[in-house]
């Protein structure tokens, strides 16, 4: 494998700057920051879930136990579907714009849009107004992941692409360190509304930040990765532009990395939107006192994500081929996720203590971080630079139709069927895996030029 630096040059861009530049990692800080906001906006909701008892037009039922609340649940689970529903159709529009404007503007738009939608959550006085604002709020975030993606694309060779991505996902988990204070402070002095104004102005503080940065001017050349898969395009590209679509979904990449995405996202979402709810109701615990095993979860799961990243380029550096280590890393994060399993079993062996429910949770979400690394860094490995918001957009838009099935089946079950949802959840991994194998036998080669990789 070769991540030399290609003569390949693009319009508008320099390739001056040094390729062992230390400004690559400020680019990463960037985009761990826009992560960290991007899941802050998108977890309010789950936050202040207790809260929202006490909010009439949520419909709880004051005189039934938490665990027959119906109306309650069933409003609560279309406002997160609308969100889900929003945020994949979101997707396949991002990919696509991002790949026109080019990453500094198609970011900035995107956060533009979900900082302000996130704000004006503040203003609902209905369950639909709450599904209003989380379309517009699904519809921004899901501007984040194609172009921090594209990004890693442009400014990391392939064996750093990992714990590129690794070290800015991992934004997803401090922003539960960073949540919970920051919620429980605007709520406990202003309300529940306060909270959506507290971790909305921070996207338009970011926006500053990266509309100052010189994006484009400081950009690194392609890899010899990303060159070969220039060259293998070429022919399909029509004037220097975009890839077609329809070259795209031809082929076989685009669709391993959207099953990927569509079996396991809802995972992850099941953690962020049902693990206060989950300790709320297992174990009687309100945000003030489950906040010590929230944030257990995301400490972890920091961990896994960025040793998970690590993992792949790490066996690069050793030797294996571009294939080998990012399947052998995500072979390893599917195996961690299996004792997932237990969970619901801790309540009956644990009554009073959440610990060992928690620390298993903890393991599958650090596990789900590390597999989520390594499966964003693959269409780096199959496709240019040029298509990368695209797929990681149809991955995205699969993902969160998968996230709104899966949470389809957790409002339902969670409660008095849970083995189901923590059984289905340990298993997607292990599947998606096999479904990749099939589908795309040889990563980073070039379809083309088999002797790149």
């Known amino acids: 494998m070769s991540s030399n630096t290609a003569s390949i040059s693009e319009p508008g861009y320099t390739t001056t700057a040094p390729d062992n530049s230390n400004i690559r990692w400020f680019v990463c800080f960037l985009l761990f920051l826009a992560t960290t906001i991007n899941y802050m906006d998108r977890s309010v909701f789950s936050f202040i879930e207790p809260l929202l008892h006490n909010v009439p037009f949520m419909g709880w039922n004051t005189l039934a136990d938490r665990f027959h609340q119906p109306i309650f649940d069933n409003n609560y689970g279309n406002v997160i579907i609308c969100f889900q529903i929003a945020y994949g159709v979101g997707f396949l529009i991002a990919g696509r714009v991002i790949d026109k404007l080019g990453t500094k503007i198609g970011y900035a738009v995107a956060i533009l849009i979900w900082a302000l939608s996130s704000m004006c959550h503040s203003l609902v006085g209905s369950v639909v107004g709450f599904c209003i604002a989380r379309i517009f709020l699904g519809l921004g975030e899901s501007g984040n992941f194609p172009a921090a993606i594209k990004a890693t694309t442009e400014w990391f060779p392939t064996e750093e692409r990992g714990k590129a991505v690794g070290l800015f996902n991992s934004g997803s988990n401090v922003s539960f360190f960073l949540a919970p204070l920051l919620i429980g402070f605007a709520t406990a002095h202003y309300g529940w509304r306060a909270a959506f104004l507290a971790t909305g102005s921070l996207g338009m503080l970011w926006l500053i930040a990266w509309m100052w940065f010189p994006y484009n001017r400081l950009r690194r050349g392609s890899t010899q990765t990303q060159a070969n898969l220039q060259a293998d395009f070429a022919s399909q590209t029509a004037y220097g532009g975009n890839i077609p679509l329809s070259v795209l979904l031809r082929r076989p990449g685009t669709y391993a990395f959207a099953i990927g995405k569509g079996l396991t996202d809802g995972v992850w979402w099941f953690y962020l939107f049902y693990l206060p709810q989950f300790l709320n109701r297992n174990y009687g615990l309100d945000l003030k006192h489950a906040y010590w095993y929230i944030v257990t979860?995301?400490?972890?799961?920091?961990?896994?994500?960025?040793?998970?990243?690590?993992?792949?380029?790490?066996?690069?550096?050793?030797?294996?081929?571009?294939?080998?280590?990012?399947?052998?890393?995500?072979?390893?994060?599917?195996?961690?996720?299996?004792?997932?399993?237990?969970?619901?079993?801790?309540?009956?062996?644990?009554?009073?203590?959440?610990?060992?429910?928690?620390?298993?949770?903890?393991?599958?979400?650090?596990?789900?971080?590390?597999?989520?690394?390594?499966?964003?860094?693959?269409?780096?490995?199959?496709?240019?630079?040029?298509?990368?918001?695209?797929?990681?957009?149809?991955?995205?838009?699969?993902?969160?139709?998968?996230?709104?099935?899966?949470?389809?089946?957790?409002?339902?079950?969670?409660?008095?069927?849970?083995?189901?949802?923590?059984?289905?959840?340990?298993?997607?991994?292990?599947?998606?895996?096999?479904?990749?194998?099939?589908?795309?036998?040889?990563?980073?080669?070039?379809?083309?030029?088999?002797?790149?990789?």
């Open 297 to 453: 979860v995301y400490v972890i799961s920091s961990v896994g994500s960025i040793f998970g990243g690590s993992l792949s380029g790490w066996l690069m550096a050793r030797g294996y081929s571009v294939n080998a280590g990012r399947k052998l890393a995500m072979l390893s994060m599917a195996i961690l996720v299996l004792p997932l399993v237990f969970v619901p079993h801790m309540g009956a062996i644990f009554p009073a203590n959440p610990w060992p429910a928690t620390l298993l949770i903890a393991l599958a979400a650090a596990a789900h971080q590390g597999w989520s690394a390594n499966l964003f860094s693959t269409p780096g490995d199959m496709f240019p630079s040029t298509a990368v918001s695209t797929i990681v957009g149809i991955g995205g838009a699969a993902g969160a139709v998968g996230g709104a099935c899966f949470t389809w089946v957790v409002k339902r079950n969670l409660s008095l069927h849970q083995l189901l949802v923590f059984s289905m959840a340990a298993a997607a991994y292990l599947v998606a895996l096999a479904i990749f194998q099939l589908l795309v036998p040889r990563l980073g080669v070039a379809k083309l030029t088999p002797e790149a990789v």
